[in-house]
């Protein structure tokens, strides 16, 4: 079981081991197997690291938001949940890992929705979250890591499958997919996007003054604005809180060094990116002709970063002020409050902010975000009841997929008991087999309707 939870919980190492075998398959010689697979993994820690300079940069700033506004309420995190989820449900969680990633390989192989989901920590997360609410529905032993599994490997398959309309918008083909579990944002953010946006407008076309012009480099629009948010932020706030987050240094000081320390993550990111992606794409190859036919790899939400980085910027923004009207609105319902997440509001927000601007550029992008982070700030405060009920008290998943998965399975096994569950799962494989076959009859209408243009040619 270590083992397996060791395994999950190192992505460098799942996304080598695909590169390694992609070579393999391929014939490669063992001079470009080697070099593949180690610049694979490279590429995955140097943009894993620059993630995490930015979560902890966000995580310096997270407690003098809250001083400055006076917000109060539970911070949506996944990693507080996995912490209680692992004690009670340790052996469940691992084995829903492994034979779940099987299953999502299986519905690769003998279906047309071909997304292999290579994100281990959300793999993780989401095996937390249903070894959670089935064992609450009297799920257990075996029963419960078959399940769990069918449902893990659907939802690994069904999240890349309703965003790539969209990446595909920004990629350009199908060589990779989103593998981060916030498919609902990411399909519907992008639907507003495109119904009050014009993508001819697109952020990376911003017009700028000329002596504004440095506002066109990445690394210095992202640098500038986040001085302003730091120094801003921690000005207002409390200053015994600013001093204990400085440690006595000067809170100017410390504002700015931080807001540099997140730009530098963001350019580390982007860096990583661009090496993996170099060798994981070519390497993917021998998977899609060998293993799982036309298959495409889901990875994390960084990898679309470097497709529009001043989109990353505006959707992080206005996902930000979207959470925070719906902070605003929380009190005056019956449900809990919610902290906006900073670390949350930026990968997805960021995210979504690409996906937005392919299709409804600046404005798009912007509305867009807003309604990302109303979406990610609300769901997380219907979750938090259930999981409550399930004795994570003060804890919530902060990613949209988590607290609809939640909330669908939980609240079906409530209703209709195991029997509502196995039925999820049997509408769930009706979808694959019926959009499966939806998928051949236009694949073989485009083909027919090529045909005539092959043959004048």
Do not use: W
Not at 60 to 69: K, Q, T, V
Not at 79 to 107: D, R, S, W
Not at 211 to 221: A, H, P, V, Y
């Amino acid at each position: 079981m270590n083992f397996i939870f060791s395994f999950f919980n190192q992505p460098a190492i799942i996304i080598g081991l695909i590169a390694f075998i992609g070579l393999i398959t391929l014939h490669k010689p063992v001079e470009k197997v080697l070099t593949g697979t180690f610049k694979t993994v490279i590429g995955f820690v140097i943009l894993s690291q620059g993630g995490n300079i930015i979560s902890s940069a966000l995580t310096n700033l997270s407690p003098a938001f809250e001083s400055a506004f006076h917000v109060q309420g539970v911070i949506p995190s996944n990693e507080a949940v996995i912490g209680t989820a692992q004690k009670l449900f340790g052996p469940e969680m691992a084995l829903i890992m492994a034979f779940g990633f099987l299953c999502n390989i299986l519905i690769a192989r003998f279906t047309k929705f071909k997304y292999i989901f290579l994100s281990g920590h959300h793999i993780l997360f989401m095996s937390a979250l249903l070894s959670a609410v089935l064992s609450t529905l009297g799920f257990k032993g075996t029963e419960l890591v078959i399940v769990g599994s069918l449902l893990l490997g659907a939802v690994m398959t069904l999240s890349p499958a309703v965003t790539q309309p969209f990446y595909r918008k920004v990629t350009g083909n199908d060589s990779v997919a989103m593998g981060h579990f916030n498919g609902i944002s990411y399909c519907l953010s992008p639907m507003i996007s495109k119904l009050v946006g014009n993508k001819e407008h697109s952020t990376e076309s911003i017009k700028v003054p000329k002596r504004l012009s440095f506002f066109k480099d990445n690394t210095i629009s992202t640098v500038l604005v986040m001085l302003i948010l730091y120094v801003v932020t921690y000005l207002m706030a409390k200053q015994s809180v600013v001093l204990k987050l400085s440690g006595g240094d000067n809170v100017v000081m410390f504002a700015i060094m931080q807001a540099i320390i997140f730009t530098a993550g963001f350019v580390i990111v982007l860096q990583g990116v661009r090496m993996m992606l170099a060798e994981i794409v070519p390497a993917f190859k021998g998977i899609s002709e060998k293993i799982v036919p036309d298959a495409t790899p889901a990875l994390d939400v960084p990898v679309i970063f470097p497709y529009a980085p001043n989109a990353v910027l505006i959707g992080f923004i206005s996902s930000t002020v979207g959470g925070l009207l719906v902070f605003a609105l929380l009190p005056f319902t019956s449900l809990p409050i919610i902290i906006p997440g900073l670390i949350n509001l930026f990968f997805v927000g960021a995210g979504v902010g690409v996906l937005s601007n392919a299709v409804g550029g600046i404005r798009g992008t912007i509305i867009g975000g807003i309604f990302n982070g109303a979406l990610i700030t609300f769901l997380p405060a219907l979750m938090l009841p259930v999981l409550g009920k399930l004795g994570f008290a003060n804890s919530t998943f902060g990613d949209a997929d988590f607290a609809v998965v939640g909330i669908v399975v939980g609240h079906i096994g409530e209703i209709f008991g195991k029997i509502g569950v196995y039925a999820l799962i049997g509408v769930l494989a009706l979808i694959f087999i019926i959009g499966s076959v939806i998928k051949t009859k236009r694949m073989a209408v485009k083909a027919n309707s090529e045909e005539p243009v092959e043959a004048a040619k």
